[in-house]
């Protein structure tokens, strides 16, 4: 069963970046969408990036144009970089396949954008 782990929140004023990794312990090569999954407190969990093998990409209209999703299969990892925060992007990222069921949730990473 592959595991993910995801890494790189933190706390980060309006405006700042962060860049988030979500390492899988097996090989996410055959996976044909990887995508980057939020949740913030009194939310559900919603779908915000995806990235397919082919490199095509797709956002929510809420990240678009700030947020940028990549893989790299050969170390198994998916990226989110995340350029002009706002305070309304503070919640727990996550990663997994898109649709979700084919690897459990991993722990996330909080991600808290606050002056």
């Known amino acids: 069963q592959v595991q993910l782990v995801e890494s790189g929140g933190g706390l980060v004023q309006p405006g700042g970046s962060l860049r988030l990794s979500c390492a899988a312990s097996g090989s996410i090569s055959s996976i044909n969408a990887m995508g980057w999954y939020r949740q913030a407190p009194g939310k559900q969990r919603e779908l915000v990036a995806t990235?397919?093998?082919?490199?095509?990409?797709n956002y929510a209209d809420s990240v678009k144009g700030r947020f940028t999703i990549s893989r790299y299969n050969a170390k198994n990892t998916v990226y989110l970089q995340m350029n002009s925060l706002k305070p309304e992007d503070t919640a727990v990222y996550f990663c997994?396949?898109?649709?979700?069921?084919?690897?459990?949730w991993g722990q996330g990473t909080q991600v808290t954008v606050s002056s």
């Open positions: 997994n396949t898109v649709p979700v069921g084919l690897i459990s």
């Open positions: 990235i397919v093998r082919g490199g095509s990409t």
